[in-house]
């Protein structure tokens, strides 16, 4: 039984670990190569010439105001909205939940393109609408620019931050405010003094996974950040291998190096502060249910300004991606504008064999890969959750590590090894980039499925009578199947519309969806990208539909 | 300082129901004495504790602290809690986990606005009182659950409230803690002179802790009086019962004579302490089990003699807790430890009037 557990720990260590670890270290390998073709042959100037390039202070300097401005933006918005849900009296509360699974459903690059379209300076939706009512000359908004770029990524980042913050401030203790009232202390001072200090490690770690996740973004600098020439680290790297006749992997490897560091790095704060967080968790009280505060004359403007919010998050990129794939040009939504409309963008888009062919692998992908990833990540966290070895925990310290890689600087990893292999340029570089990449999204549900069973479950069911087969088919796999389900679907949607590892792994004939929209809407072929964006969407939904349904029937039965 | 009460009712609304959590009470608080409100879960004593501090707002009446008004719903005054001046030590301690130990107990003064060298002075008194010396630099949240609760104590006191409020403070503590630090308590608020009131639910502590005591029940004040009057000489039968265990026996008046009253019940006729009770009323008999002195041998003859089999005997430790069979009644009685009964073994014992007490049905 042990042994067979040292064996099954160590096997998965191995298979980790390739998966982790060797695209990091084919990264520090190409970084002090010659190029793609002159692999191991030492040298530092890839190095001098990328620290050196006298771009690279402002990509720098750009990279950190829209990270930090980005990551404020949504930590403070979420603690709002998570103020406003757990505390006061503000209707519908349902709304919130709606704020928090959005991800789900929207792709980021589809969410920036739908801004893109919204307030772009030539014939941004909205700017033309402004334009015409008010007689104006210009576009009163540019998306294009670093302001664009903050608020896109700062609304995307918004769930995340949200579903940190948010568990923090319900289980908050509402004696500890009480006792600062009864102490002397006015409303202000105690959220000054006491509230927001005891949250503070749950809004550290929404700041932090913030600047990780925007540091990583793909989408939005290259959707909204490359049209306004506002480079960022992500659409630097992009540059030096994609654009232009003279790619350069080890520039890439030597400025993708930085990166991960500095990802790596605050993904060690961001799991210190969540431990941390953990540790506030003083004596429970089992008493009153928190007093809720009476909005009175705000509650009403609040609850629009929160409607306003979901409806900027949901509603309004849905529309404009719908409106856009249906028009001939873009144009104010009139009577004209609805006479107008066709499935033109539809039927070419489903026409075009490229796109027809993206749309096979992004589902071959998401089916094949997140059924392999999930059977992978089942393995991993029975070890991690149920033998607790040193071993085990090597195995949890790897399988969270790709965790915290940015998607465009593994995928730079992946391409140096990818390269050397006959898997360079297949749908199956593609399998293997993904599975690694997002193992964690697999592993956490299920880890958390094995948490929940604890071993009195099993054993008071074999103290019943039951064997070991029966036990795990009337208890352990009802128990583990919501966790297969939320992992296999959170994967699934994940690589349906995976953008930052595929920018830089796809090649002509693996192309894969999210790539063919950036194709599209590099050409500015707005309404042939939409209609392609709501399939994407479409996919997606179904995808969260389905995993609803399976998940309530488990809880039926 | 004293409490005035009167007329405070609160309600809540779930699924359509309103349910009383308050119901027109009206209390006095007297100054400078340990007051306890008692009473099972959901019988409104935290709420009333919370209306009182202010963390809870009651739907009718008036509340004032001392000379003044912190509540009334007709004259339209609600002082927030934070003006009220009180301390008060939470169920939970509700110590805040970011800040030390002199942190959490010097920010009552510190938000007051006192200097920085008397709120140093002020809070070693007060942490020397509560024989928290040398803990100032700890993370509070380093603490036992007993050192939480003094902290918490300090932090109520530090400020030299008029009152200081007690919710549940010992319900955290595992047994024998709790007992210690009851003790504590105790001593800590008798050389303070100040007026407490103490929210429980363990009948233990409120008798051990309080100068008096108010029942609550369905948010009514059902009893209020010092804890012998409370336990011996209980008017209601709900009282009775909950504040001890009890033998309770369905009786009915029949005469009153040299100061007792007499009563008709399971176990014959028995005199009983004096009650205004009207001759041919129904009453309850209620008998503590600790006052039923059992006696080897059956037959026995005189006033308030009852006679009766042994059914059951439970070894407890300290004594052995008997059933007693007395016709259709079965009583309970604890039975010291070294007398030598079996089951089944014919008893008598001898009723003391002023142990036997009648209350309302």
């Known amino acids: 039984m042990n042994g067979a557990r040292t064996r099954l720990t160590w096997s998965l260590i191995l298979i980790v670990g390739a998966l982790t670890v060797f695209p990091v270290l084919m990264l520090v390998l190409g970084s002090f190569s010659e190029g793609l073709t002159a692999f191991g042959h030492f040298t530092v100037s890839k190095y001098a010439e990328a620290y050196t390039d006298p771009n690279f202070f402002e990509v720098i300097a750009n990279t950190l105001i829209f990270v930090l401005s980005a990551s404020l933006l949504s930590t403070v918005l979420a603690l709002f909205l998570a103020y406003l849900n757990t505390r006061t009296d503000i209707p519908f509360k349902g709304m919130f939940r709606i704020i928090s699974i959005v991800p789900m459903m929207i792709p980021h690059l589809l969410f920036a393109v739908s801004w893109a379209l919204l307030l772009n300076p030539s014939n941004g939706l909205l700017n033309l609408a402004l334009k015409q009512t008010f007689g104006l000359d210009q576009a009163p908004f540019n998306i294009y620019s670093l302001g664009g770029m903050i608020l896109v990524e700062g609304l995307l980042e918004l769930p995340i931050a949200y579903l940190i913050i948010a568990p923090a401030m319900a ?25 927001l200090p005891v949250l503070r490690p749950a809004i550290l770690a929404a700041f932090t996974l913030g600047v990780v996740r925007s540091m990583a973004s793909f989408a939005v600098p290259s959707m909204i950040g490359m049209p306004g020439r506002v480079q960022v680290l992500a659409t630097h790297l992009y540059e030096m291998i994609a654009t232009g006749f003279a790619t350069d992997y080890g520039k890439a490897a030597a400025v993708g190096m930085s990166v991960l560091v500095a990802s790596v790095t605050l993904i060690v704060v961001y799991r210190a502060l969540t431990a941390e967080s953990e540790k506030f968790v003083t004596v429970s009280s089992r008493g009153f249910r928190p007093s809720v505060i009476e909005l009175g004359r705000a509650r009403l403007p609040l609850f629009g300004l929160v409607g306003l919010l979901s409806c900027g998050l949901v509603v309004l990129p849905v529309a404009v991606l719908l409106y856009t794939s249906f028009v001939p040009y873009s144009m104010v939504p009139s009577a004209r504008a609805f006479s107008l409309m066709s499935l033109r963008h539809w039927t070419a888009v489903l026409e075009d064999p490229i796109s027809l062919l993206a749309l096979k692998n992004s589902l071959f992908l998401a089916v094949v890969g997140a059924t392999l990833g999930v059977i992978l990540s089942i393995f991993v966290a029975y070890v991690i959750v149920k033998v607790k070895s040193r071993a085990a925990g090597l195995l949890e310290s790897l399988s969270y590590l790709s965790f915290s890689f940015p998607g465009i600087v593994i995928g730079v990893g992946f391409m140096w090894f990818f390269v050397q292999t006959p898997l360079y340029a297949t749908i199956w570089a593609l399998l293997l980039g993904y599975i690694a990449t997002y193992l964690p999204y697999g592993i956490r549900p299920m880890s958390s499925a094995f948490v929940q069973i604890h071993s009195h479950l099993e054993e008071s069911s074999l103290v019943c009578g039951a064997g070991p087969l029966l036990t795990m088919r009337r208890i352990i796999v009802p128990l583990l199947m919501p966790g297969i389900v939320s992992g296999w679907i959170l994967m699934a949607s994940m690589f349906v519309r995976e953008l930052t590892l595929s920018i830089v792994l796809s090649r002509p004939g693996t192309e894969v969806l999210a790539v063919q929209i950036l194709r599209f809407s590099e050409d500015g072929l707005w309404g042939k990208l939409s209609a392609l964006g709501m399939v994407m969407i479409l996919i997606s939904t179904v995808l969260v539909i389905l995993a609803t349904v399976v998940g309530n029937r488990f809880k039926a039965a | 300082m004293e409490i005035r009460i009167s007329g405070v009712s609160k309600y809540y609304y779930a699924e359509g129901k309103t349910i009383k959590a308050l119901d027109d009470v009206n209390l006095t608080i007297p100054a400078n004495r340990i007051f306890t409100l008692l009473g099972p879960s959901g019988s409104g004593k935290t709420t009333l504790l919370r209306c009182i501090v202010g963390l809870e707002t009651p739907d009718t009446g008036e509340i004032s602290i001392g000379d003044e008004l912190v509540w009334s719903k007709d004259k339209n005054i609600s002082v927030p809690p934070e003006r009220r001046g009180l301390g008060m030590v939470f169920q939970t301690y509700a110590i805040w986990p970011h800040m030390n130990v002199f942190d959490n107990v010097a920010y009552p003064l510190q938000v007051r606005g006192v200097a920085k060298g008397e709120v140093a002075q002020r809070v070693a008194e007060t942490l020397r ?17 007993g050192q939480q609760q003094r902290v918490a104590l300090a932090r109520a006191l530090v400020a030299a409230p008029k009152v200081i409020l007690f919710d549940e403070p010992l319900s955290n503590l595992d047994a024998k803690l709790r007992e210690e630090t009851r003790k504590e308590l105790r001593a800590f608020l008798g050389k303070l002179n100040i007026t407490a009131v103490y929210v429980t639910h363990d009948r233990v502590e409120a008798l051990a802790l309080s100068d008096s005591i108010a029942v609550m029940r369905s948010g009514r004040i059902v009893e209020t009086g010092t804890p012998q009057k409370i336990y011996f000489d209980a008017d209601h039968r709900f009282v009775a019962d909950f504040i001890g265990r009890a033998n309770l026996i369905k009786a009915t008046v029949c005469a009153e004579s040299g ?24 009453a309850t008999l209620c008998i503590r089990p600790e006052f039923i002195r059992i006696v080897k041998g059956g037959a026995a003859t005189g006033d308030n003699v009852v006679n009766g089999t042994i059914e059951s005997l439970v070894f407890v430790g300290d004594a052995y807790e008997a059933e007693i069979r007395v016709g259709a009644e079965l009583l309970l009685a604890r039975i010291d430890a070294e007398a030598h009964l079996d089951e089944g073994d014919a008893v008598h014992f001898t009723l003391d009037p002023a142990h036997c007490l009648l209350v309302d049905i």
């Open chain 2, 259 to 282: 100061g007792h009253s007499i009563v008709d019940c399971g176990l014959g006729r028995i005199a009983c302490q004096q009650r205004a009770i009207a001759v041919g009323a129904e």
């Open chain 1, 171 to 195: 289980s908050f203790d509402v004696a500890l405010e009480e006792s600062s009232r009864v102490c002397g202390a006015g409303t202000w001072r105690t959220l000054v003094r006491v509230t």
């Open chain 2, 129 to 145: 009182f509560v024989q928290l010396e040398g803990f100032e630099r700890r993370p509070a949240t380093k603490l036992s659950g």
